[in-house]
Nanobody
């Protein structure tokens, strides 16, 4: 069992930056791929970024590529999402997720075993 707790999000002006963190319980954190998803009102949950268990492989949604960075510290059981150049369309509830499955279909929420409670990020124009 893995429990995930996201840091508090916040209100940021367009063009600004914010870093989210997600702390995991348990001793098996380093065996899980970790990802961030987001969900805006009235929309489906969408993939944002993923990092492999060892931190070598990273994948990003086209909408955030070049602006954001996912990273992890396995010694601290924590995954991060550094969000730069924020846009109003980035406004959403952000979730971290853990997957013990392979890389196939990694953009699909059903491929993730554990989820955090979500944290609100609002970007004002």
């Amino acid at each position: 069992q893995v429990q995930l707790v996201e840091s508090e999000g916040g209100l940021v002006q367009a063009g600004g930056s914010l870093r989210l963190s997600c702390a995991a319980s348990g001793r098996t954190f380093s065996s899980y791929a970790m990802a961030w998803f987001r969900q805006a009102p009235g929309k489906e949950r969408e993939f944002v970024a993923r990092i492999s268990p060892g931190g070598i492989s990273r994948y990003y949604a086209d909408s955030v590529k070049g602006r954001w960075t996912i990273s992890r510290d396995n010694a601290k059981n924590t995954v991060y999402l550094q969000m730069n150049s924020l846009k109003p369309e980035d406004t959403a509830v952000y979730y971290c997720a853990a997957s013990g499955l392979g890389v196939a279909d990694f953009k699909k929420p059903v491929r993730y075993d554990y989820w955090g409670q979500g944290t609100q990020v609002t970007v004002s124009s």
